[in-house]
T-cell receptor
Framework: GQQLNQSPQSMFIQEGEDVSMNCTSS?????WLWYKQDPGEGPVLLIA?????ELTSNGRLTAQFGITRKDSFLNISASIPSDVGIYFC??????????FGKGTRLHILP | GAGVSQSPSNKVTEKGKDVELRCDPI?????LYWYRQSLGQGLEFLIY????????KSGLPSDRFSAERTGGSVSTLTIQRTQQEDSAVYLC????????????FGSGTRLTVV
């Protein structure tokens, strides 16, 4: 079935560092979404992207919808402790089904 | 309600027993989804309800799994004859329609089969 390749699987960074993660697919998506999941909670939507080439920011978060519609990246600038969690990319197909990546686990070193 | 409510939040059951997991979506949301998340893994699609349309059951892993949505609101996911590999967090999400941006997740039910 259709899959999203999300990388890296996990990251260990120092507080204050910038973070970058991405998703790629062999198929085209109409919408790219980025979610964050805190322990014991469901994922929460961070950013939604609707047009190829679109670059969207939400505070310290920046995400882009790849021009080929097959990839997306998420950047977090100046990381803080509350950024810890699992970040999921998701692509929405023309039939509206949403496919999730396997997640990037962000750890911040003390 | 203000958010998607799932119950119970935790369930421990013996292998072979049936379990029912409940999801109360946000009022007015016509679309409802069930996902499964195994420890350290991503989100595995199970089933999707949209209004009065026939549900998309393509993600259900076996015929031991079934789900229904009564009156276009509350949904119940039933797992019959539970197995240890069914242990996971079961997440429900709802949205106003087909828009992915409108997905709101519940906090999940953590199922442990012993």
């Amino acid at each position: 079935g259709q899959q999203l390749n999300q990388s890296p699987q996990s990251m260990f960074i120092q507080e204050g560092e910038d973070v970058s993660m991405n998703c790629t697919s062999s198929s085209i998506f109409n919408t790219w979404l980025w979610y964050k999941q805190d322990p014991g909670e469901g994922p929460v939507l961070l950013i939604a992207l609707y047009k190829a080439g679109e670059l969207t920011s939400n505070g310290r978060l920046t995400a882009q919808f790849g021009i080929t519609r097959k990839d997306s990246f998420l950047n977090i600038s100046a990381s803080i402790p509350s950024d810890v969690g699992i970040y999921f990319c998701a692509g929405q197909r023309r039939d509206d089904k949403i496919i999730f990546g396997k997640g990037t686990r962000l750890h911040i070193l003390p | 309600g203000a958010g998607v409510s799932q119950s119970p939040s935790n369930k421990v059951t013996e292998k072979g027993k049936d379990v029912e997991l409940r999801c109360d979506p946000i009022s007015g949301h016509t679309a409802l989804y069930w996902y499964r998340q195994s420890l350290g893994q991503g989100l595995e699609f199970l089933i999707y309800f949209q209004g009065n349309s026939a549900p998309d059951k393509s993600g259900l892993p076996s015929d031991r799994f079934s789900a229904e949505r009564t009156g276009g609101s509350v949904s119940t996911l039933t797992i019959q004859r539970t197995q240890q590999e069914d242990s996971a967090v079961y997440l429900c999400a709802s949205s106003r329609g087909r828009e992915g941006r409108g997905y709101t997740f519940g906090s999940g039910t953590r199922l442990t089969v012993v």
